[in-house]
């Protein structure tokens, strides 16, 4: 007698779903719904912190010869900070980074935007794991988002982010967003500014690869003190006051301390979004103030 025949496929293809029952909506792994848990834990860390000194910090000091100052600033930080820093370039991450103290830069994860480090599970994977980024939705203040950096903050994890939501598009900063004041007022930690100047020159959007920096040229990275919200401070007003430490910062590396320091407390710190003028003019005097052009302003 013959047995009955098995179906081919059986047991590789998915059963099918009954038409009767609701299916339950897919699970989505990608963008801000990427889960980062596994990329905290003892073994990741290790990998991260080897890629991190042996590979990314040598190849960034490489390529930028960065100079750090203000790290003093920072001695007597204990608990966890939130650092925003002004973006220009693919570089701040790694620079930043290598320019932080040992006890931060182990402990730290980078806000990054999830529409662009995220959009695939192996793009997620390897952000996660080589600079500990975790997703954000930059184009606002998101539920998910928010309350995942305000688990790390409170869990002892630093969190960098850059405020400005995007590389700069034509070498000129951008308006701060409110992300790294709401994480200040919603965990009460302080706020680190950051600067670093020159990295657009080496590597700007849009430009394929960078270019390594001349000797005497290198990136300028500035820390400022630790700034903490005031009582009844609204998430606005905090944002400006992280973006004028940020653009002080600036000025100090172009000039220095003291002169720099006079500027702010007179209200007559460069603004480091540029002029509101056409797009040639604003190049025009980027160029001027970089060091690319002497002609005045026409």
């Excluded at 930043?96 to 599970?121: C, G, I």
Aim: charged share 25%; hydrophobic share 40%; with cysteine.
């Amino acid at each position: 007698m013959r047995r009955p025949r098995l179906p081919s496929a059986f047991p590789y293809v998915r059963p099918t779903w009954p038409t009767t029952v609701p299916r339950p909506p897919a699970r989505r792994r990608t963008g801000v719904h990427y889960e980062t848990d596994w990329s905290r834990r003892y073994p990741a860390r290790l990998v991260r912190a080897l890629v991190i000194d042996e590979i990314l910090r040598p190849a960034a000091h490489l390529l930028a010869r960065p100079t750090v100052s203000g790290a003093d600033r920072i001695e007597h930080l204990t608990g966890p900070a939130v650092f925003a820093a002004n973006h220009h370039s693919h570089l701040d991450t790694p620079l930043l980074l290598s320019a932080l103290p040992e006890r931060f830069r182990h402990k730290t994860v980078m806000a990054a935007a999830a529409d662009y480090f995220f959009t695939s599970r192996v793009q997620g994977a390897v952000s996660a794991l080589t600079l500990g980024a975790i997703p954000i939705d930059r184009a606002r203040v998101g539920r998910q988002s928010a309350d995942l950096a305000a688990e790390l903050l409170e869990d002892g994890w630093n969190v960098v982010i850059f405020p400005e939501g995007g590389r700069s598009p034509d070498g000129w900063g951008r308006t701060f967003r409110g992300g790294a004041a709401y994480l200040a007022l919603r965990c009460q930690c302080p706020v680190v500014p950051v600067h670093l100047d020159g990295t657009g020159r080496l590597w700007r959007r849009g430009r394929l690869f960078p270019k390594a920096a001349k000797r005497g040229e290198g990136v300028r990275i500035t820390i400022g003190s630790p700034m903490l919200p005031e009582p009844g401070e609204t998430s606005r007003r905090l944002s400006a006051r992280i973006e004028a430490a940020v653009a002080a910062l600036g000025d100090e590396a172009t000039s220095d301390w003291w002169s720099a320091r006079r500027r702010a407390a007179d209200g007559t710190t460069p603004v480091g979004t540029g002029p509101t003028a056409a797009p040639w003019r604003r190049a025009w005097v980027l160029g001027a103030v970089e060091g690319r052009t002497s002609d005045p302003w026409p």
